[in-house]
């Protein structure tokens, strides 16, 4: 079994943000594989499973907000005991331009509290991360106060087709990871 985790904020407030483009790929994942959530209280997430490409998936968004997302997640890895190289977690990144996706495995958090969160709860670094390009704030603006903005209604058609793009590199992940890091390295950011 693999798990597939998309960080976000729970509460219809945080919905269409750019912090939540993580659950927005799972949830496009599980309406491509017939998936429906349900809280699985003993974890604080909620969960699909789902079969994409002849394997049992798991699909899962934590019930807290980002910072707090480690503990969800360890709760998940320990009860299916699985390895961590069946763990793929998919966020949101200001560093990366809008529209890119990278598929990375052993990298520091760059700053993001919900990949500071798991490092701390993992003990490691050392778990798949999809990130997906959300651009830098404009001028001064706080990083994170930039990442809870909703995007444009200009930019909302582009993140449609970003987020099936990051569908496709998870399911070509379960089958074969480099071939995965090879198709998201392939998207690119639509001209302005």
């Known amino acids: 079994m693999r798990i597939v985790v998309g960080l976000r904020n729970p509460g219809s407030e945080y919905e269409g943000t750019r912090h939540n483009v993580g659950h927005e790929v799972v949830a496009a994942l599980a309406r491509r594989h017939g998936g429906t ?33 480690g503990g969800p997640v360890r709760s998940l890895v320990d009860y299916y005991r699985l390895p961590l190289d069946h763990l793929l977690v998919v966020h949101d990144d200001i560093d ?25 709860s993992l003990g490691t670094n050392l ?22 903005r909703r ?3 200009r930019e909302r058609p582009e993140v449609d087709l970003v ?30």
């Open 37 to 69: 959530f349900r809280r699985m209280r003993r974890t604080r997430c909620e969960t699909a499973t789902v079969e994409i490409s002849g394997r049992k998936v798991l699909l899962a968004a934590p019930m807290v907000f980002m910072n707090q997302s």
């Open 96 to 120: 990366l331009p809008f529209g890119r996706l990278r598929l990375v495995s052993g990298r520091g958090s760059g700053g993001h509290n919900g990949v500071r969160s798991l490092e701390r």
């Open 127 to 148: 778990f798949a991360r999809l990130k997906v390009g959300v651009g830098r704030p404009p001028g001064r603006m706080d990083p994170a106060v930039y990442v809870l």
């Open 151 to 153: 995007f444009s209604p």
């Open 163 to 192: 987020v099936e793009d990051a569908a496709d590199v998870v399911e070509t992940w379960i089958v074969d990871p480099e071939a995965a890091r090879e198709l998201a390295g392939r998207r690119r950011a639509s001209p302005g």
